[in-house]
């Protein structure tokens, strides 16, 4: 399924931020003021844990503990290495980057459950290092650790509209920071992440390193948040800070809508000026109205405060941007102009079920020219050969000594029943799934090598369930897959140098590349993915894959849920791929779409080869007729 995590926030923010820096000459009391300037300290960390939760999809309790690090180290250097006060800051965030780098790089293998409960108890052993004495000379322990003035001239960065402007500095750093990080090359592989780890790792992300890398951002933003609320209290002790910190955070980025960077931000103005508002109510009933609201917005406003207003105000402006019916329907009509276009033979020809078509008889189907003759044309050694690849699942044995030998330049379908091992076998070429046997593209021995060697070597591949970025355009999923590694730096990437800016236009280059390749209409490039038809999903998976420029492409059933004419554009793609030179495994159930596109077929049964031949050959098989319409089968 497509989730949402925004990629066009830029305006919102920068609207927002205005606002922000603007409010003090309206918002003039005290009391106010200090509402809003809790409000972007809080702003600051739940933009941090919104990067970490809404784009790239991991979860902590423990984001009170970089607070509190950020805090702490920032006033200890202060009072006990009499550090200036920016170098303190400095010190501060650089500390919880790196305590949530470390313990992120424990916790990121866990799943929801762990994750809360490890980052839970990180958060007690925080609180027992700060109040106990084994750090006390740094801490103050239970006395608590005074934060020294920073002063500007003869002005108070703690005080009045310098700590105002402060915290604002703060907040605006951390958004453009955070946005940045969702544009480069690193943010968008988190969301791949997000949404599907394994597809992530196929399109050669180093999912760990993401995965760290957010939790690295999100401690940093987290640290400087306490260092703007070491500033305004002046004064550190152990009740500074509690879980309680980490739950009004996670409070504030579901109230403000996640995956939105800017949702934060109102999430946390409204927070705090419901939470003082009420204070005035008496103390229960304060609790209970606050719960209400929250409860209500969570509820009734599923992608939080950000989309209601993104909804208000293109209602307001009359635009019809966000209509995903509108554009869904746009998405088929162009999508039905496309395959008109390209179509060059009869949609219906690929669409006919395999069992239905070989029930009828085949002769009565009307297929496209079978592609006997352009079968076993290739020359030269074959570019994949399998060698008794065996899976055992428990009990289950998945695949039994599979041998298969695929031609350079060939595109050669695997058919067979539900659970005949099909996906299995791609998993296993792929590196995803360990198996018995060996695997060999182009003489080079992949048996033992990792998924993200595979790809660099020259397999890519395809999922039954296109993982696409919602938010990202088709050009920028499709360039997700095309980055030769997914290594380097994310600092130097958010910088913008040149080494950074030349890979990325390499990247850019090969994902235009690719989409021309598989003729996908440039009026739809700039389109959202999740405005897009199943179809077009399917062709973006496809063009993501090819991005990487691979020898072998790998193709799980692509044709998968579609319409017939969704079906001859996705075997029209084909053709591109094979024009290319890329040789194509792919798995099928369309006895006229594996005519039309097959040069050779393999039929699988119960994890075992059956039958192995051209298209024509195979299909023409009385056995292969009793695996599909069960003629002839014993049990
Ligand atoms: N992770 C797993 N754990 C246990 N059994 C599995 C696992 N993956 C696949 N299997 C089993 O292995 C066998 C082959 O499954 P596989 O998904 O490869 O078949 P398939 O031919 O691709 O089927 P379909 O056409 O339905 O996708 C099935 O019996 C399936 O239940």
Same mark, same amino acid.
């Given at each position: 399924m497509l989730t949402r995590a925004r990629d066009k926030v830029g305006w919102p923010a920068l609207t927002l931020l205005l606002l922000l820096a603007l409010a003090p000459l309206v918002v003039r009391g005290v009391s106010e003021q200090g509402i809003l300037v809790q409000a972007m300290i809080y702003a600051v960390g739940a933009v941090g844990l919104d990067v970490l939760t809404g784009y790239s999809g991991q979860f902590s309790f423990g984001q009170f503990v970089y607070f509190a690090i950020g805090a702490y180290v920032m006033a200890a250097v202060r009072v006990n290495g009499h550090w200036p006060w920016l170098p303190a800051i400095i010190a501060g965030v650089a500390a919880s980057t790196l305590v949530a780098a470390v313990i992120g790089s424990l916790f990121v293998r866990l799943r929801f459950f762990g994750s809360a409960v490890g980052t839970f108890f990180l958060g007690a052993v925080a609180v027992d290092l700060i109040s106990g004495s084994r750090l006390s000379h740094w801490t103050g322990g239970s006395n608590g650790l005074a934060v020294l003035p920073v002063t500007i001239g003869a002005n108070s960065l703690s005080t009045g509209d310098w700590l105002y402007y402060t915290v604002w500095i703060a907040l605006a750093l951390s958004v453009a920071v955070c946005l940045r990080y969702t544009k480069v090359r690193a943010g968008r592989a988190a969301r791949v992440v997000k949404e599907n780890e394994v597809v992530a790792a196929v399109l050669g992300v180093r999912v760990f390193r993401e995965k760290v890398r957010a939790q690295a951002l999100a401690g940093a933003v987290a640290g400087l948040a306490g260092c703007m609320l070491a500033l305004e209290v002046g004064y550190l002790s152990p009740d500074t800070f509690g879980i309680s910190q980490s739950i009004e955070l996670f409070a504030i980025v579901a109230v403000g809508g996640t995956g939105s960077i800017v949702g934060p931000i109102l999430g946390a103005v409204f927070f705090f000026s419901m939470v003082n508002g009420l204070a005035s109510t008496s103390a229960s009933s304060s609790q209970l109205l606050f719960s209400l609201v929250v409860l209500v917005v969570v509820v009734l406003f599923n992608g939080g405060l950000y989309d209601l207003l993104e909804k208000g105000t293109r209602k307001l402006l009359g635009l019809r941007r966000s209509d995903a019916g509108a554009h869904k329907k746009d998405a088929q009509v162009a999508g039905r102009a496309q395959a008109e276009r390209t179509?060059?033979? *009869? *949609?219906a020809a690929v669409a006919e079920p395999l069992s239905g078509a070989l029930a009828e008889s085949p002769a009565t189907v009307s297929f496209a020219q079978p592609s006997a003759d352009r079968a076993r044309v290739r020359t030269g050694p074959p570019l994949l050969e399998l060698a008794g690849i065996g899976v055992d699942f428990g009990g289950v044995r998945a695949l039994d000594a599979v041998d298969l030998t695929v031609g350079r330049g060939e595109v050669h379908a695997i058919i067979g029943p539900n659970g005949a091992g099909k996906t299995t076998l791609l998993n296993c070429i792929s590196g995803i799934q360990p198996a018995t046997g060996r695997v060999v593209l182009d003489s080079d021995d992949l048996t033992s090598l990792p998924v993200s060697v595979r790809r660099a070597r020259g397999i890519s591949r395809t999922f039954q369930h296109p993982a696409l970025v919602a938010d990202l355009t088709v050009l920028q999923n499709v360039e997700v897959g095309a980055y030769e590694t997914h290594n380097g730096s994310a600092v130097l990437e958010m910088a913008g140098l040149p080494g950074t800016r030349r890979r990325d236009r390499v990247a850019r280059d090969r994902a235009v590349h690719a989409l021309e390749l598989l003729e996908f209409p440039r009026e739809r490039w700039d389109v959202h993915a999740g405005e897009l038809t199943m179809g077009e999903q399917k062709h973006i998976d496809i063009a993501r894959a090819l991005a990487s420029e691979p020898k072998l492409l790998l193709l799980d059933e692509p044709t998968a849920g579609l319409g017939e004419e969704e079906i001859g554009a996705v075997a029209n793609a084909i053709e591109g791929v094979r024009r290319a030179g890329v040789t194509v495994l792919v798995i099928a159930h369309h006895v006229g779409f594996v005519r039309r596109i097959a040069d050779a077929c393999t039929v699988l049964d119960f994890g075992r080869v059956l039958t192995s031949g051209t298209a024509g050959e195979v299909l023409a098989d009385d056995q292969v007729v009793d695996v599909f319409v069960g003629a002839g089968r014993k049990s």
């Amino acid at each position: 399924m497509l989730t949402r995590a925004r990629d066009k926030v830029g305006w919102p923010a920068l609207t927002l931020l205005l606002l922000l820096a603007l409010a003090p000459l309206v918002v003039r009391g005290v009391s106010e003021q200090g509402i809003l300037v809790q409000a972007m300290i809080y702003a600051v960390g739940a933009v941090g844990l919104d990067v970490l939760t809404g784009y790239s999809g991991q979860f902590s309790f423990g984001q009170f503990v970089y607070f509190a690090i950020g805090a702490y180290v920032m006033a200890a250097v202060r009072v006990n290495g009499h550090w200036p006060w920016l170098p303190a800051i400095i010190a501060g965030v650089a500390a919880s980057t790196l305590v949530a780098a470390v313990i992120g790089s424990l916790f990121v293998r866990l799943r929801f459950f762990g994750s809360a409960v490890g980052t839970f108890f990180l958060g007690a052993v925080a609180v027992d290092l700060i109040s106990g004495s084994r750090l006390s000379h740094w801490t103050g322990g239970s006395n608590g650790l005074a934060v020294l003035p920073v002063t500007i001239g003869a002005n108070s960065l703690s005080t009045g509209d310098w700590l105002y402007y402060t915290v604002w500095i703060a907040l605006a750093l951390s958004v453009a920071v955070c946005l940045r990080y969702t544009k480069v090359r690193a943010g968008r592989a988190a969301r791949v992440v997000k949404e599907n780890e394994v597809v992530a790792a196929v399109l050669g992300v180093r999912v760990f390193r993401e995965k760290v890398r957010a939790q690295a951002l999100a401690g940093a933003v987290a640290g400087l948040a306490g260092c703007m609320l070491a500033l305004e209290v002046g004064y550190l002790s152990p009740d500074t800070f509690g879980i309680s910190q980490s739950i009004e955070l996670f409070a504030i980025v579901a109230v403000g809508g996640t995956g939105s960077i800017v949702g934060p931000i109102l999430g946390a103005v409204f927070f705090f000026s419901m939470v003082n508002g009420l204070a005035s109510t008496s103390a229960s009933s304060s609790q209970l109205l606050f719960s209400l609201v929250v409860l209500v917005v969570v509820v009734l406003f599923n992608g939080g405060l950000y989309d209601l207003l993104e909804k208000g105000t293109r209602k307001l402006l009359g635009l019809r941007r966000s209509d995903a019916g509108a554009h869904k329907k746009d998405a088929q009509v162009a999508g039905r102009a496309q395959a008109e276009r390209t179509e060059p033979v *009869a *949609a219906a020809a690929v669409a006919e079920p395999l069992s239905g078509a070989l029930a009828e008889s085949p002769a009565t189907v009307s297929f496209a020219q079978p592609s006997a003759d352009r079968a076993r044309v290739r020359t030269g050694p074959p570019l994949l050969e399998l060698a008794g690849i065996g899976v055992d699942f428990g009990g289950v044995r998945a695949l039994d000594a599979v041998d298969l030998t695929v031609g350079r330049g060939e595109v050669h379908a695997i058919i067979g029943p539900n659970g005949a091992g099909k996906t299995t076998l791609l998993n296993c070429i792929s590196g995803i799934q360990p198996a018995t046997g060996r695997v060999v593209l182009d003489s080079d021995d992949l048996t033992s090598l990792p998924v993200s060697v595979r790809r660099a070597r020259g397999i890519s591949r395809t999922f039954q369930h296109p993982a696409l970025v919602a938010d990202l355009t088709v050009l920028q999923n499709v360039e997700v897959g095309a980055y030769e590694t997914h290594n380097g730096s994310a600092v130097l990437e958010m910088a913008g140098l040149p080494g950074t800016r030349r890979r990325d236009r390499v990247a850019r280059d090969r994902a235009v590349h690719a989409l021309e390749l598989l003729e996908f209409p440039r009026e739809r490039w700039d389109v959202h993915a999740g405005e897009l038809t199943m179809g077009e999903q399917k062709h973006i998976d496809i063009a993501r894959a090819l991005a990487s420029e691979p020898k072998l492409l790998l193709l799980d059933e692509p044709t998968a849920g579609l319409g017939e004419e969704e079906i001859g554009a996705v075997a029209n793609a084909i053709e591109g791929v094979r024009r290319a030179g890329v040789t194509v495994l792919v798995i099928a159930h369309h006895v006229g779409f594996v005519r039309r596109i097959a040069d050779a077929c393999t039929v699988l049964d119960f994890g075992r080869v059956l039958t192995s031949g051209t298209a024509g050959e195979v299909l023409a098989d009385d056995q292969v007729v009793d695996v599909f319409v069960g003629a002839g089968r014993k049990s």
